[in-house]
Each structure stands twice: as C-alpha cells, then as structure tokens.
C-alpha cells in the first residue's frame, strides 16, 4: 500500500521563477493538504484540496496556488519565487469523511531558492 | 481554534517513560486530540488520536482528563530512535486551520 509520494525530492530555484511540486496521495484517502515548513519551525497550512477544489486556506498570498486531479493527485505551485519560499514542502493525504481523519505526509520536496 | 501549548524541548533516556503534556484550554465539543512525530528531512507521521479518557496503540498512550483541557503523550521504554519533534494538533476538518506550532523536541540519550 504506497503511501504520500511527492516529486521532485530537492529543487532549486531562482528569484522570480515559479515552481510546480507534485503529491499522490494514500492509496484510499480523497483530500490533499499542503504545507510549507521553514527550518526549526512546524508545518504552516498552504491549502487543503478536495474534489478538486480548494476547500481551506491559510495565510499565503496569491502566489501559492494549487490543483487536484480526478484521480486526487495534486499540484502546488508558487509563482514569482522569493527567498523566503525556500522551505520543505509536505504534502499531506486524508480522508473527507469522518472529519478527525489523521493527516498521512509524504517526505517532502526541499525547495532552495537563490 | 484551539491554541495548543507544548514544551519547546525535553531530554530523556534509553529504556525510560517518557510523558509529554500538551495544554489546549479552548478545545471545543467536536474536536480530536491527534499526536505527529517528526524526523528530520521526514514528513510528520501519525502516532495516536484521541476524544476523551486513554487511548493506546502499539507506539503510545494517550491520557485526557475529564475536562480536556490538556492531554498526555506517553512513549513507554523510549530508545534512541524516538529522538524526534512532537506535534500536538487539536481539532477536526473544517473547524480550524491546522497549526502544528514548533513541537516539542524529544531527544533520548544512550
């Protein structure tokens, strides 16, 4: 039973260039979350995905966008990259229903941007 | 949302009881108490959820008390391997932003 899969493991990218990470969630789970962890910090909520729309939001500009396929697989992606995006990016699989289903993470895409 | 105080950080040794308090005095009616744990480079993973009393699992126990206002990770026997960040989430779907906080830093000495 594969787990959170996110591609591509490490990325580096330039000032002002956008980005596309990647996550397929649980086999079984619906709802796709994303987070953005800085160093020595915890996991900061993006967005929260299902049934391909997004359904939550935290406290992240218009440059964070993201998608979810009809197969639950989702993208994020984050224009106009600036310094302080760089972070590890987890993406994180749950179910919809019952509503404490626990988050499952994938191992996360580390972002540097210089 | 339910704010959740933890320890920054705590030291313990191989082979002892480890019990890490996370304090959530505006949890409301609905919400579940769900523990991470983080290595580094690693994405959390699930250790225990709860709703009230004591829960336990292969890994860990989860105590709450009556009023709920806190609850009690406890890691039986701990080893080296259990050097981690622990979160403490409370909430469910919908009724808050997911906040995981800076954790508690577990190291385990030999």
């Known amino acids: 039973d594969a787990g959170v899969t996110q591609s591509p493991t490490h990325l580096i990218k330039t000032r002002g260039q956008q980005v596309t990470l990647r996550c397929s969630p649980k086999?079984?789970?619906?709802?796709v979350s994303w987070y953005q962890q800085a160093l020595g910090q915890g996991p900061q909520f993006i967005f929260q995905?299902?049934?391909?729309?997004?359904?939550q939001r935290g406290n992240f500009p218009d440059r964070f966008s993201g998608h979810q396929f009809p197969n639950y697989s989702s993208e994020l992606n984050v224009n106009a990259l600036l310094l302080g995006d760089s972070a590890l990016y987890l993406c994180?699989?749950?179910?919809?229903?019952?509503?404490?289903?626990?988050?499952?993470f994938g191992n996360g895409t580390r972002l540097t941007v210089t | 949302l339910a704010k959740t105080t933890q320890p920054i950080s705590m030291d313990s040794y191989e082979g002892q009881e480890v019990n890490i308090t996370c304090s959530h005095n505006?949890?409301?009616?609905?919400?579940?108490i769900t523990w991470y744990q983080q290595f580094p480079s690693q994405g959390p993973r699930f250790i225990i959820q709860?709703?009230?009393t004591k829960v336990t699992n292969e890994v860990a126990s989860l105590f709450i008390p009556a009023d709920r206002k806190s609850s009690t990770l406890s890691l039986p026997r701990v080893s080296l391997s259990d050097t981690a960040v622990y979160y403490c989430?409370?909430?469910?779907?919908?009724?808050?932003?997911?906040?995981f906080g800076r954790g508690t830093s577990l190291i385990v000495h030999p």
């Open positions: 709860g709703y009230k």
């Open positions: 995905y299902y049934e391909e729309e997004e359904r």
């Open positions: 989430l409370v909430g469910v779907r919908g009724s808050y932003i997911p906040t």
């Open positions: 505006n949890i409301a009616t609905n919400d579940y």
């Open positions: 086999s079984g789970h619906d709802t």
């Open positions: 994180a699989s749950s179910l919809w229903r019952p509503l404490n289903s626990p988050l499952h």
